[in-house]
Every structure is written in structure tokens, then in C-alpha cells.
């Protein structure tokens, strides 16, 4: 450095700071010149939702809220290092200066990198993934600097977002697992579980000078296979209420394989035999589960569809053995 450059950091500074990609938690404070001395007298100002935090010696020094602060010796410890020039120059303050954010980081992402496994009262065990998003805010600067920034050491804000992300992975863990709700009902449940979240992260983070705020769960998924299995038994649910329409996507089904087959159409009658062996043994299946009340009441049916004439004697005789099972 330069003999103007060391006489022009001894002029007084306008210090400050403004985050115009808003997404910085800490920012350090630099000078141009790299000489980081701060005069005394020089203003400092302090935009909103931000604080102004001194370190000096790696301990915490001062804190300024918002406002415009004028440095002097009410505000930190001084090291006099230009006695020499009491009339041209303004002692410097060593010390370090950081801008903390205290607005609120939003969008932030959480996820399960492995499944959870969670005991299920449908299906034993189940195991499960989650996503979705959350927020934070610096709540106690002070804290925060000294536990966060301090003791962990963590700096950048992408390593204070992904230490957040894994605390709220690890609270939704033992949220889900507490939870006696069934895999199958925690769809509906997802604003009681981001709740309960919250809460117990904020009683989690008191002592670090962080709290969450909108908590989201996105998506709670099971394993592909398990999946699968719930369309299987959620098809079998539509064969009882339609039969005939589970006949006609059968066919089309078969239809749209066979033509995939090397045969072409030539398995075409074996997949509408498979179908229709379906749908009959799904049928059979629904006639033995009902009650005889139920069958008093299609028997009647048959008998007025009978006296319209929309029905045969001959037809009558053929459904009433279907349904008495004979």
C-alpha cells in the first residue's frame, strides 16, 4: 500500500450494506483497500430488518439495531494505532464487522434422502418419503453469532440452510412417528403434522436464535411396489360397483397387449378369457359376501322386473339361481 492509500483509509467511512440478491444470512464487512480498521467517528448505518455485530478477538463486541450509529468508544473496545498524528488522522477500531439479516428466508426446501420407516395399522411396517419447504428468521442475534457462527462455525448461508433443512428432516421423522395416524390418512393430516413441527423446531432452536415459520409438507409418498398394491385394491373396489365396465377395460386391455405381442391379435382370445375369468371370480366373490337381507331385496327386484315383462320366467329362473347361489 501506497503512502495516499494509507493516508486515504484514515478518513472517516460511511459504512453499510445492502443485500440486493436477499438471500445472504451474515455478510462481513470489506473495505476497497482490504484495510478493515474502522475510524473512529465513522457513521454506520443500519438498514431495516438487518443488525450491525462487532466481533473483536472472535468475541461478541457490539450489536447495533437499525438506525445510523456514529463509532466512538461507547460502542467498542479501541486499539490506538496512530498516536503519532492526533490532528490528521482518527484512531482505528480493530475490529471485525458483520451485516446479520434478521428478515425472513423463505422457500427454503426440506426431504427425506432415505425412507422412514413408521409402523402402520394397515400395513405393519411401511416405509416412506417426504418433501416440502420451510422458513426461518435470526430471532436473537446474539445467540445466533455466538452458536451458529461461533461455536459450529458455520458461515455461508448455504451451509446454515442445510443445517436447518436436516433439522426439520429429523423433526418430521419423529413427528410422523409419533403420529397414530394410518400411511394411508396422512394425506389429510399434513397442516396437523407441519404444525407440530414448527412447534417443537422453535422449542428446539431457542437456544440458537433461530425460529421457523411456514412449515410445508408437500408430498408423502410410499414405495412404488406398496403403490401399486393400492391401485390393485382400489380396482377391485370399482370391479364390485361395475362389473361391466371392468369387462370392457379388461377387453381393451387385452386388446391393446396382444397387439403389442409378437403374435399379434393371436392372444387376443386368451386375454379376453382372462378377463372375463376375472371379472367372473371377482363377481362370484361379491354375490357370496352379501348378507340374505341383500339378496331379499335383488330377488324382489328380479320379481317386478318379472311382472313388467321386462324379464322372462326363463331369465327370472337363471338370475334367482345366480343369486341364491345355486
Known amino acids: 500500500m501506497g ?3 494509507m493516508v486515504k483509509d484514515q478518513f472517516l467511512d460511511v459504512i453499510e450494506f445492502e443485500d440486493k440478491s436477499n438471500k445472504l444470512v451474515v455478510t462481513k464487512y470489506q473495505r476497497e483497500s482490504g484495510n478493515n480498521e474502522l475510524k473512529q467517528g465513522s457513521k454506520v448505518i443500519v438498514r431495516e430488518s438487518q443488525c450491525a ?7 461478541l463486541a457490539d450489536i447495533l439495531l437499525p438506525g445510523t450509529y456514529s463509532l466512538n468508544t461507547e460502542n467498542l473496545p479501541i486499539l490506538t ?8 488522522f482518527v484512531s ?11 428478515r425472513q428466508f423463505i422457500d427454503n426446501k426440506w426431504a427425506t434422502k432415505n425412507p422412514i420407516i413408521k409402523r402402520d395399522q394397515d400395513f405393519s411396517m411401511a416405509r416412506i418419503r417426504a418433501f416440502g419447504k420451510f422458513a426461518f428468521r435470526i430471532s436473537d442475534v446474539a445467540l445466533f453469532m455466538r452458536e451458529i457462527f461461533g461455536t459450529k462455525g458455520i458461515v455461508m448461508t448455504y451451509d ?13 421423522s419423529t413427528v410422523v412417528g409419533e403420529s397414530t395416524l394410518s400411511v394411508l390418512d396422512l394425506a389429510a393430516g399434513y397442516r396437523t403434522l407441519s404444525i407440530a413441527m414448527q412447534e417443537k423446531l422453535n422449542e428446539q432452536t431457542k437456544i440458537i436464535g433461530i425460529s421457523f415459520g411456514d412449515i410445508v409438507i408437500e408430498n408423502i409418498s410410499l414405495p412404488d411396489n406398496v403403490e401399486r398394491l393400492i391401485d390393485e385394491q382400489s380396482g377391485i373396489g370399482i370391479v364390485k360397483e361395475d362389473m361391466e365396465a371392468f369387462v370392457q377395460y379388461q377387453t381393451a386391455r387385452a386388446m391393446r ?9 393371436a392372444g387376443l382370445g386368451a386375454g379376453l378369457a382372462f378377463g372375463n375369468t376375472i371379472a367372473q371370480n371377482v363377481q362370484n366373490a361379491s354375490e357370496s359376501n352379501k348378507t340374505p337381507k341383500d339378496k331379499v331385496e335383488q330377488l324382489r327386484e328380479l320379481k ?4 313388467d315383462g321386462i324379464l322372462t320366467q ?4 337363471t338370475e334367482k339361481k345366480r343369486v341364491l347361489g345355486n
Open 3 to 5: 503512502f495516499w492509500d
Open 257 to 265: 397387449d396382444a397387439a403389442k405381442q409378437e403374435g399379434g391379435l
Open 81 to 88: 494505532k496512530l498516536k503519532a498524528f492526533p490532528y490528521l
Open 314 to 317: 326363463e331369465e327370472f329362473d
Open 92 to 102: 482505528p477500531v480493530i475490529a471485525d464487522l458483520y451485516f446479520v439479516s434478521t
Open 53 to 59: 455485530v462487532f466481533l473483536k478477538g472472535g468475541q
Open 304 to 307: 317386478g322386473l318379472l311382472d
Open 160 to 172: 446454515i440452510v442445510e443445517y436447518l433443512s436436516s433439522m426439520v428432516t429429523e423433526m418430521f
